[in-house]
Nanobody, 127 residues
Framework: QVQLVESGGGLVQAGDSLRLSCAASGRTFSSRAMGWFRQPPGKEREFVAAITWSGTSTSYTDSVKGRFTISRDNAKNTVYLQMNSLKPEDTAVYSC????????????????????WGQGTQVTVSS
């Protein structure tokens, strides 16, 4: 089992930065790919970024490429999402998730790949 707790959300202005953290409990964090998803108001949950268990491969949705960076520290059981140049359209509840499969060799993009979810943290970007 993996339990996830996000932190770092808040209210910022367009152009500002935030760093989200996702702290994991459980002994299998370091063997699981991790992902960040977001759910804007009134919309479906969408993929934002993902990282392999080793941290050697990452992937991003097109709208955040060049602005967001996903990283992980397996020694601290934590995955991060650095968000720069925030835009109002980035406003959403951001959730981290852990892959249902251990030692997957690629990043996981679909919500169906993830079995463990945090409760989410609100990010609001004002114009």
């Amino acid at each position: 089992q993996v339990q996830l707790v996000e932190s770092g959300g808040g209210l910022v202005q367009a152009g500002d930065s935030l760093r989200l953290s996702c702290a994991a409990s459980g002994r299998t964090f370091s063997s699981r790919a991790m992902g960040w998803f977001r759910q804007p108001p009134g919309k479906e949950r969408e993929f934002v970024a993902a990282i392999t268990w080793s941290g050697t491969s990452t992937s991003y949705t097109d709208s955040v490429k060049g602005r967001f960076t996903i990283s992980r520290d397996n020694a601290k059981n934590t995955v991060y999402l650095q968000m720069n140049s925030l835009k109002p359209e980035d406003t959403a509840v951001y959730s981290c998730a852990a892959d249902q499969t251990q030692w997957r060799s690629r990043v996981a993009y679909s919500t169906y790949d993830y079995d463990y979810w945090g409760q989410g943290t609100q990010v609001t970007v004002s114009s």
